[in-house]
């Protein structure tokens, strides 16, 4: 058992570690982007990558999804039912993303010419080659996590994370266009998707997909799907407004603060990794509530952790930001377009807390539905909101359409939700607020002394943490160490 909990631990310390990394990236690499090729050319280098995004849930019909709730159950020796169960996702997601391939490079000129001004038309065609890419890589790394591979998934998604970036920026260091560092970016990331499935292959035996695990494994993850779909659409449509309305440059301005506000949201993933892999046995063995409190104890570090990280963006991030152009951080009301986006963002990834007992009650038409609901509220209010307020407005409409997801889910799901989980969290936003006084009235400091009240007031925050007995030390020790 000691053996599991430092193998808990170490897993978790990875891919800590690994996220992080990779929201870094975009500290190192934006500057450099938009000091070479301008704040609007960012801004359709990030519709670039989220087209794709946006198509590979449908090509992956996420039966990806289905390796953790049954694969993860198989022994490693048990070669036979793990090729079956690889080669039949495998095989089918690569079949359909040349048809999603295919259908980005044709809508390219409409997304052209209503999206991005008529520009990157080239790249845009181009970008289709990432639906192939990216669907064998969401395959492949749901399969690795499903082994409990974590530390291998972590480095690899660091480096398919990263690599492609560097290319980017060499290309366009080169040659000053868009074009040509899109290319070597996609170079990179087709090389780094192959090498992940040769890796896996070489493991396993060839299998022809089974009718009969595609029935089941489509069977669990048809609402997964369109959840994801509806979960992409809910985190992306926002941009697609303010490019309609406002254009490229408002793209790029308003992803810098989403970006910042969305290692909010990753920062459950290792909970959730955790949880989706080694609790469907002990789902299925019937120990049901106690899936519920190891949830919601996750929930809690997840709270404290996320509000006090939070708080130091909202005072911070514009600093960070200075190396920039002046005219970038120039949005009215900076500090609360990062508050209001990273509130929604902490419920959202709260909500997929919840979604942890849909997807072990094999319920995920619930997901679907509280996700559809919260796209139609989000485009709703888009609409409405970016014409009359401009980039705080698509704040606000994400804000609102997050929350209600997460009041959906615990509306709907029994999560054993208590008084004395209530008054934790009441704990942790007092905790919150009191060194974000702290930090607002140090807001004009330099920037050596604005990471110095930083470390002060997480150092206070901890401190408050503990002697409000939100989390205690002894419990920390019991579960890892």
């Known amino acids: 058992m000691r053996t599991h909990k ?33 704040l609007a050319n960012y801004g359709v280098f990030v519709q670039l990558l989220i087209n794709p995004r946006i198509i590979i849930p449908f090509i992956t019909l996420e039966l ?10 198989y022994d490693k020796n048990e070669i036979e039912k793990l090729s079956n169960d690889y080669w039949t996702v495998s095989i089918i997601t690569f079949l359909l993303s040349i048809f999603g391939a295919l259908a980005l490079y044709f809508l390219s000129p409409i997304l052209s010419r209503h999206i991005l001004d008529g520009t990157a038309l080239n790249s845009l065609r181009l970008s289709s080659l990432l639906v192939v890419a990216g669907g064998l890589s969401a395959v492949d ?11 291998l998934f972590s480095i690899y998604e660091v480096i398919y994370g990263v690599f492609p970036y560097i290319g980017f920026v060499i290309g366009i260091i080169i040659k000053h266009e868009i074009f040509y560092g899109f290319l070597l970016y996609i170079i990179i990331e087709i090389a780094l998707a192959l090498g992940l499935k040769i890796y896996i292959v070489k493991r396993l035996q060839f299998v022809l997909p089974s009718i009969s695990t595609l029935k089941k494994f489509v069977k669990y993850s048809w609402a997964l799907l369109f959840s994801n779909i509806t979960g992409g659409l809910l985190s992306k449509v926002d941009r697609y407004f303010i490019g309609y309305f406002l254009g490229p440059a408002s793209i790029g301005m308003y992803n810098i603060v989403y970006s910042a506000c969305s290692f909010l949201g990753i920062i459950g993933r290792p909970f959730r990794i955790y949880f989706s892999v080694y609790f469907p046995k002990v789902w299925d063995d019937g120990k049901k509530n106690k899936v519920r409190e190891r949830l919601k104890e996750g929930l809690i570090y997840y709270f404290v952790i996320s509000m006090g990280i939070l708080v ?36 959202f990834g709260a909500s997929r807390f919840f979604y942890q007992l849909i997807k072990f009650k094999e319920q995920n038409y619930l997901q679907l539905i509280f996700q559809t609901i919260g796209v139609i509220i989000n485009i709703m209010l888009n609409f409405w909101l970016v014409q009359e307020f401009g980039i705080i407005g698509a704040g606000i409409a994400t804000f609102i359409s997050y929350i209600a997801v997460m009041i959906m889910c615990n509306f709907y799901l029994n999560m054993n939700i208590d008084f004395n989980f209530l008054i934790k969290v009441l704990k942790i936003s007092i905790s919150a607020i009191f060194i974000m006084i702290f930090l607002y009235l140090k807001l004009d400091a330099d920037l050596f002394h604005l990471i110095l009240n930083i470390i002060i007031a997480a150092l206070i925050y901890l401190i408050l943490i503990l002697i409000l007995r939100v989390i205690r030390i002894s419990d920390i020790r019991q579960r890892f160490l």
């Open 6 to 38: 430092k193998k808990v631990l170490t897993d978790s310390i990875s891919l800590s570690i690994g996220y992080l990394i990779l929201k870094l990236k975009g500290i190192i690499f934006i500057p450099i982007i938009i000091a070479t090729v301008g």
């Open 64 to 73: 990806g999804m289905a390796f953790y709730r049954y694969t993860s159950k």
């Open 141 to 151: 790394l749901k399969y690795i996590q499903c082994r409990k591979k974590f530390k």
């Open 312 to 347: 130091v963006l909202v005072f911070s991030l514009k600093s960070i930001y200075i190396f920039f152009k002046e005219d970038l951080i120039e949005i009215d009301n900076f500090e609360l377009l990062v508050l209001i986006l990273g509130l929604g963002i902490i419920a």
